[in-house]
Every structure is written in C-alpha cells, then in structure tokens.
C-alpha cells in the first residue's frame, strides 16, 4: 500500500543546474499537487493539477514547470535552480471535492 | 478569500497534561477543516476532519477538535500528552469544487512534550 511515492528523498544541486522531481500515486487521484515547505512559513503550494493533461499555477510558481502525462505521475522541474529553491518538496493528492490530501514523505532540495 | 491562523509557533506540555493548539479560520463559505500531523523527515498525516454535521470531531491518537463558526475556530485538544505526540501542527481549510480544490495551511505549531 504505497500511496505517494517521491523520488528523490535528497538532492544538492549547484546554482543554475537542473533536476526533475518525481510523484507518483497508486490511489487513482485526480488532483496532484506540489508544496514546498520552509521553516516558519508552513506550505506553499507551487503548482497543482486536476487531471491527467492539466496543470495550473499555485501561490508561488515562478523557477518550477510540472507535467502529468499520466494520472499516476506529477513531475516538478527546476529549470535553472538557485538557493531560495532550498527547500523541503512535498507532493500530495485526493481523489473527491475537499477530501483530505495524502502526501509524500517529502524531497530535501539544497541549492548551493 | 480564506486564511488560517494558527497560534503559538511552539507550545510545550509536560506529560500527561492537556494539549491545546489553536487555530482561527477565516471562509467565505462553510469551511472544511483539517488538523494534519508531520513527524521529523515525513510527510503530513491527517489527524481528524470537519466537513458537516457534529461539530465535535474524533480524530486518531486520542485527538479532537471542536468546530466553532461563532467564534471562526477549529482547535485541537487532548487530554493526556504523551512523549510520542512531540511534533509538528498543521491546520488547513479547504473549499472548492469543479476542478482547483484549494487548500491553505496555517503555519505549524511544534508540539513539545516535556517528560
């Protein structure tokens, strides 16, 4: 019973390399959604999906791109990453109208 | 529009004593409400939700929260502290249909249990 599954758990990165997160949920959820977390200000939600082939801006999008191919799969990409991408990446989904959400055990992203 | 406000940024309790975290939420239209758990290196776990109906909800570990519209709360209580409880408190509201089912998070309350 797997649930949402995040690979990788860490990654370092330098200034201005690129990386792709992956999400993958085995509950046939339609919504799919990324935060990040960063001491003091709780999550923030970057980019979220309500289905397969779609894809929509959060509160703080800017430096990150997501696809979802497949209903199963959110990717989030980091383009060109700088340190105030240094942050805890969570990924989480539900399957109704206001259930609750299941998330991922997270992915450590340090930028130096 | 709609915001959660949690108060207190760390609480400790001794063990055995009651736990009290608060949580103020602001809705436009009847929230659903959520208190979620996270434990070092893990992701959120639902503890309880309201959605509609008794006001009084019971939750996992011994938790409950009571939904308050009067007074816009939603705080989570336990009788008994226990070492394990030592954690992180999300508070979240949730409203939507159709399609974006937006979710806001309050900023966390670091539960400490003092033995």
């Known amino acids: 019973n797997a649930g949402v599954t995040q690979t990788p758990k860490f990654r370092v990165l330098k200034t201005g390399q690129s990386m792709t997160l992956l999400c993958a949920q085995d509950?046939?959820?339609?919504?799919m959604y990324w935060y990040r977390q960063d001491p003091g200000m709780g999550l923030r939600l970057i980019h979220y999906?309500?289905?397969?082939?779609?894809?929509a801006k959060g509160e703080v999008p800017d430096g990150y791109n997501v696809s979802r191919l497949k209903k199963q799969n959110f990717l989030l990409g980091l383009e060109s990453a700088a340190p105030s991408q240094t942050s805890v990446y969570f990924c989480?989904?539900?399957?109704?109208?206001?259930?609750?959400?299941?998330f991922g055990n997270g992915t450590r992203l340090t930028v130096t | 529009a709609q915001s959660v406000t949690q108060l207190g940024s760390h609480v400790s309790v001794s063990e055995g004593a009651l736990v009290l975290l608060r949580c103020n939420y602001s809705?436009?239209?009847?929230?659903?409400l959520f208190w979620y758990v996270q434990y070092p290196n893990q992701g959120l776990q639902l503890l309880l939700k309201?959605?509609?109906?008794?006001?009084l909800v019971k939750g996992i570990n011994g938790f409950e929260a009571e939904f308050k519209k009067s007074e816009t709360s939603f705080h989570l209580t336990k009788p008994s502290a226990h070492m394990s409880d030592a954690a992180e408190y999300f508070c979240?509201?949730?409203?939507?249909?159709?399609?974006?089912?937006?979710?806001?998070f309050g900023t966390g309350t670091k539960l400490q249990v003092i033995p």
């Open positions: 989480a989904s539900r399957g109704q109208d206001n259930s609750p959400l299941h």
């Open positions: 509950m046939n959820h339609e919504y």
């Open positions: 999906s309500v289905g397969e082939g779609t894809t």
């Open positions: 809705s436009s239209v009847p929230p659903y």
């Open positions: 309201y959605t509609t109906g008794a006001t």
């Open positions: 979240a509201v949730s409203r939507g249909s159709g399609g974006y089912q937006k979710v806001t």
